[in-house]
Each structure stands twice: as structure tokens, then as C-alpha cells.
């Protein structure tokens, strides 16, 4: 089987190996079915490894969070191949599925070959996982072909979008928030109605947090996904509460703190991330990932360390608290982390994959102004100086989540400004599921443009991102859906950008502006 048809068989559903039956000197302790339910993946590559992961569950929705799991320990063997037929084993071990930890494993591979592809499966109890791919990071500036991803509530669309997202076959796929919802059935509920249904209750508990996750990695599309790529994932609101700010909850309700504990450990167990960036009550997911000399990745987290929103939150107009110099969105020490990054880099490319929107955005039409106080705009301040700091730095990009509509904006130091030197651009994906089918009303996007004229593009429509990268330039596709509500939508591009690369820093503040098609 070649790499193609290996990537067609994964999208299809078709590398799920009959499962073996268990030796009979084991049949007591044996698994009463297949365990491997929530598929496989992988994430962070580095150019010797990555992250392998799995969790064991042959009932997904039992109703304590367990997968219907013994609350005994598990083996799990894993292997890692040069080919798909896995005829040359490069890597293999045994790691234990601990019943503490939800039975999930995190296997962090060295050792390997820069810049190349991988096959990986697992195997416990006699029964064989999906095989996927994988890949490490090359060593020198080797183009890169990645997706761009966010927002994906279960509710409110089937996951056609990671499926057609797959069979574009990515060489990374960047996900930056809302991978899972906390609500209850119905909680948050779309335009187009409710097409699936949410395990019972708002999330509060860690086993709530748990089944929910196992929920949603049970959606085969969104296994595609994972099965064809490794992923650099971050969390944003919504795999805690909505609009949660540092350690203050939304909705005022006692305990928070325990329960974001909780709901980082439920997200660690279901993500591909490396062991160390659980430590305590606290979720690591600000990290730096390179491809190579040609980019870096500046993950942020945009939730966990930030002040309280201004304003009571919400879209609202004449808050100048929001402007206020000691506001942080980024918290003092990821500040100096992401300002030691920025200023450390060699990478030819610096991509800042973060949550929030970072462009100024008005929603009044007409005289007057209203910001959205849960985004960068809450926080302007902080903004002027990352954005400061941009304008230093070698080919910044910044790539977002959220807003559940792609935009394409010029990043100023002062958006007031026409005249203002854009010093990066600012790519937002549309969501995979949230808000449904979405709609193009051109009138409202008109008038949002012409409000906001450093913001060159807006589209409502379901979707995800594709760029390649190389060297010269950043070629990105803006993919749309016309509908998830039921399933067989095809993927579009509804729209094009090439920004170019532009050859030193100091010439950065001065760069053309981008060709768009």
C-alpha cells in the first residue's frame, strides 16, 4: 500500500483491524471487547520524535468516565514503522495503561530520523489499534504543508470538516481551542438546531469531563484526523467554561478552581501531549515547536494565566477599563517566555498559534464602538507591545481560533491609524462545527469590513485553514463547507492569500503588502 492509499484507507475508516482474539491463558483478565474505541494520535514532533497516544475504553459512554474500563492497570504494546505494512519496526516498548489516568498512554519517541514519515499502531489484550501516521520535524528548511483548525461542538454539525480536512493530507495540524464543549444537551444551541446530543449535564466533575471527551473522540471523522498527521493542540475556553479568566469562573460558581484542575487532567488524558506539561493543577500547553530552520511555533495560552475581563465581559461599548497598561492577558511569565522566543529565534518563520482575536475589531456600524472584552481587545495594552515585539521579529504570523468565522487581518500598533505600519498578518479559522451551518450574508459582511478596513476578509461559513510553507512565502487557503447539519458537504476554497517572506527583521515594518486571490 502506498502513502496515498494508505491516507484513503485511514480517511475511510478502513484501517480498523479485525480484532484477535486473547490468549487463553489470559481470558479471565481479558478485555471483554476492542479497547481501542477512541482511535489513535500523536503530536509535538520534534526532529528525533513526537508524542504516540491512545486511551483505553470498550464502553466509551459508560456513565463514570471510564470507558467501561476493570479499575485495574493495562499493558499496551506500541510500535513505530518506517512503512504501513509495519515490515520494518524502528521503535517498540510496552507502556502501562494506568486506570488512575483514565487508561490513557503518552509515549514520547526518540531516537528517530529527521523530517520523515512514520506508522504507528498499538496492541493490548490481543487486539490491534488503527494504524496512523506520523512525522518528525526535518533539520533544515523543508516546506511544510499544515491545517489550521478550531471549535468543534458536537451538537451542532456532523465533523465532515476534519474529514475533509484529512484527505488533504497535512503534514501538521495546529488546533487552537474549543476541541471539545462543556455544556449540557442543548446548552449552547446553534441556528440550525441541535443535530446530535451531548452526554447528560454540564460538564463539573472530572468524570463528566471524561465521558465527554470520550464522546467526541469517538466521532470517526475527527479519528481521520488525528490518524493522518501529528497535532500541536492548545485549549481555549470551552474544555473548562465559557469565558473563564485565570482562576475566576464565568458564572461565579464555587469550586472552580478544583474543577479546572479536573478539566485539564481530562484534557491531558485525551490529547497527545507531552507528560511533563501536567504539573499539578496546572496545564502547560505554552510551548515552542519547530520545523526545522524554516518556522516556529509560538503556542500561547490565552486563558490560564490572564485578568479578569473588564467591563462585566461581553461585546460592549465605552469600557476604558480594557485600556488600562497593567492588564494582562498573557500573565508576567508567559510575557518573558514568549519575548525570549521571539527575540532568541533563528527560524526563517515565526508563527504565533494562539486562541483569541488579536486584530481590533468593531462591532458597531456607524459612530461609536463596541469590542468584544473576552478578546485582545480587551487587553490593549498588552496588545501594543506583542505587537511591538512582532514588528521585530523574522516573518510573524498569527494564526487563531474563536471567532467561528475565517477572517484575514492587518496586525498595526495602531489600528487607528490608517498610516500605521502592519507589522504581521492575522489568519482566523472558521470553526469545524460550532454554529452549525453558518450562512454569507454578504450585507453584514460588507458593512463589518468597512468598519474595520484593516480587515481584508470575512466568511461565516464552516471550515478550516490549509497552508504550505516555504522559504519565499506563506500560501494559505481559506476551505469552507456550505453545510454540516447532514453529512457529504465537499470542501471549497473560498478564498486565497500569499504573503511573502520578507528578507530581515528590520525590513518587516516596511513589507508589501500581500497578494490575494
Not at 438546531?193 to 467526541?216: E, F, S
Not at 498610516?419 to 454578504?442: F, K, Q, T
Request: glycine share 8%; hydrophobic share 35%.
Amino acid at each position: 500500500m502506498d502513502r496515498r492509499a494508505f491516507l484513503t484507507a485511514a480517511t475511510a475508516g478502513l484501517l480498523l483491524p479485525r480484532p484477535a482474539a486473547p490468549a487463553a491463558a489470559s481470558s479471565s483478565r481479558a478485555l471483554r471487547s476492542d479497547p481501542f474505541t477512541l482511535g489513535v494520535a500523536s503530536g509535538d514532533p520534534s526532529t528525533d520524535g513526537f508524542v504516540l497516544w491512545t486511551r483505553l475504553a470498550v464502553d466509551p459512554m459508560g456513565g463514570d468516565g471510564r470507558g467501561g474500563m476493570p479499575s485495574r492497570d493495562v499493558d499496551v504494546d506500541w510500535q513505530v514503522a518506517t512503512d504501513d505494512r509495519f515490515a520494518k519496526i524502528v521503535k517498540s516498548g510496552t507502556a502501562t495503561a494506568r486506570a488512575r489516568d483514565a487508561h490513557s498512554v503518552h509515549v514520547e519517541l526518540k531516537g528517530l530520523e529527521p523530517g520523515r514519515d512514520y506508522f504507528y499502531r498499538f496492541r493490548s489484550q490481543g487486539r490491534l489499534s488503527p494504524a496512523a501516521r506520523t512525522r518528525t520535524a526535518p533539520s533544515g528548511e523543508t516546506p511544510l504543508r499544515f491545517a489550521v483548525a478550531a471549535c468543534a461542538h458536537y451538537e451542532h454539525g456532523y465533523y465532515t470538516a476534519y474529514r475533509r480536512l484529512a484527505e488533504q493530507e497535512p503534514e501538521l495540524v495546529v488546533f487552537l481551542g474549543d476541541y471539545m464543549y462543556e455544556y449540557g444537551p442543548s446548552g449552547y444551541t446553534a441556528l440550525a438546531g441541535r443535530v446530535r446530543t451531548h452526554t447528560p449535564g454540564k460538564c463539573q466533575t472530572l468524570a463528566d469531563y471524561r465521558l465527554r471527551h470520550a464522546q467526541y473522540k469517538s466521532d470517526p471523522d475527527l479519528q481521520a484526523a488525528h490518524a493522518v498527521a501529528p497535532w500541536l493542540v492548545s485549549f481555549d475556553d470551552h474544555e473548562v467554561e465559557n469565558n473563564w479568566a485565570g482562576q475566576v469562573s464565568s458564572t461565579g460558581a464555587p469550586g472552580f478552581g478544583q474543577r479546572r484542575a479536573q478539566a485539564f487532567r481530562a484534557y491531558y488524558e485525551n490529547m497527545p501531549l507531552r507528560r511533563a506539561s501536567l504539573q499539578g493543577a496546572v496545564l502547560r500547553v505554552n510551548r515552542r515547536v519547530s520545523w526545522g530552520t524554516l518556522a516556529r511555533f509560538h503556542l500561547l495560552d490565552t486563558r490560564q494565566f490572564r485578568d479578569d475581563q473588564a467591563c462585566l465581559d461581553g461585546v460592549r461599548a465605552g469600557c476604558d477599563d480594557r485600556l488600562a497598561d497593567k492588564r494582562t492577558l498573557l500573565g508576567n511569565d508567559q510575557w518573558r517566555w514568549l519575548e525570549s522566543g521571539l527575540n532568541g529565534s533563528t527560524a526563517r518563520w515565526n508563527l504565533l498559534g494562539q486562541q483569541i482575536m488579536m486584530a481590533h475589531r468593531d462591532y458597531k456600524i456607524g459612530p461609536g464602538r463596541e469590542v468584544n472584552l473576552d478578546s485582545w481587545d480587551g487587553y490593549a495594552a498588552e496588545r501594543t507591545r506583542l505587537l511591538g515585539s512582532l514588528a521585530r521579529t523574522q516573518n510573524p504570523v498569527v494564526l487563531t481560533g474563536d471567532a467561528h468565522m475565517h477572517h484575514l487581518a492587518e496586525l498595526k500598533t495602531d489600528f487607528d491609524d490608517p498610516d500605521s505600519p502592519v507589522v504581521a498578518r492575522e489568519l482566523v479559522a472558521s470553526s469545524i462545527a460550532s454554529d452549525g451551518d453558518g450562512y454569507r450574508d454578504r450585507t453584514w459582511i460588507a458593512e463589518a469590513l468597512q468598519e474595520n478596513p484593516h480587515i481584508s476578509y470575512i466568511d461565516q461559513r464552516r471550515g478550516y485553514l490549509v497552508a504550505r510553507l516555504d522559504r519565499d512565502e506563506l500560501s494559505v487557503d481559506f476551505r469552507t463547507l456550505d453545510y454540516i447539519t447532514r453529512k457529504g458537504a465537499k470542501a471549497k476554497t473560498a478564498h486565497h492569500i500569499t504573503i511573502p517572506s520578507v528578507a530581515d527583521a528590520a525590513a518587516a515594518a516596511g513589507q508589501a503588502a500581500p497578494r490575494i486571490g
